[in-house]
């Protein structure tokens, strides 16, 4: 595939290296300086940028005919409005808050294990999550769908940053040296705790999900998620 990367950070510089080694091709390297885009040599677009600049570099990727994989997190107040403009260029897309194998397996238990718990009373449950200093957003988008995950299957009402209320489930972040990312779910009642955790130990499983996402996507049209990918 002849991809092109929006966004050459952290993400980028590691997709760019696994896809060549998958036998991929980098045509192009868009930054926020970039101003001639080569959309006619680009077989599909994966963008790991910024809250700011995702909202405008998948939509241009759709008026482009251009399928898009993204990772970036934090946009998501506009996600809507770039479904309509995919739907209407007949475009291709999937955006996942976290492409790694083992967070989507993470998703699945997380959805079991809220209905297991919606049967029993004296748990509170919370979410924590830990990442580097650097990361723009919080919560993060991975603690996001966990609280989904949850709130489709218990009596919480919303999520909050640090919420006290009865029925907000609480998100707690933390930013803190290099880490890549490590997300827990707490159920605490008066006599015991349980917690389900993922730790990621660098970021090469967000990459490679995110590559193997892009060569699933290529050829088809409509908006996809890695639960389609994974076949979960
Ligand atoms: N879904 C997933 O699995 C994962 C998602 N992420 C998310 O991906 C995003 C990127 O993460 P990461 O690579 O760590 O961040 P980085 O800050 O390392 O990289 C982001 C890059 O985007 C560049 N950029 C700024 N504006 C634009 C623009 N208009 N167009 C294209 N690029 C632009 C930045 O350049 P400059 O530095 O010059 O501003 C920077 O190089 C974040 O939102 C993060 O939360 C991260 C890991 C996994
Ligand atoms: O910014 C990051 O680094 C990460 N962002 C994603 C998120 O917001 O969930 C995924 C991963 O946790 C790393």
Redesign the pocket.
Known sequence: MKIAL???????KMIESLALARNHEIVAK???DTVDIPYNEIDIAID????E?AFQ?ITECFKNNIPVIS????WLSNYEEAIAICDKNNGAFIY?????LGVNLFFELNQKLAKMMQGVSGYRTSIEEIHHT????AP??TAITLAEGILDNSAYKTWKLDGEKEQELSIHSIREGQVPGTHTIAYKSEVDSIEIKHTAHN?EG?AL??IIAAEWLVGKTGVYSMKDVLNL
Not at 71 to 74: E, L, Q
């Open positions: 929006f966004g050459y950070g952290k993400m980028g868009i930054d926020i790991f940028s910024t809250p600049a570099n990772g970036t997190t934090g996942a808050s976290n492409f790694s650097q990361k723009l957003d993060s988008g970021r967000f999900g995110a």
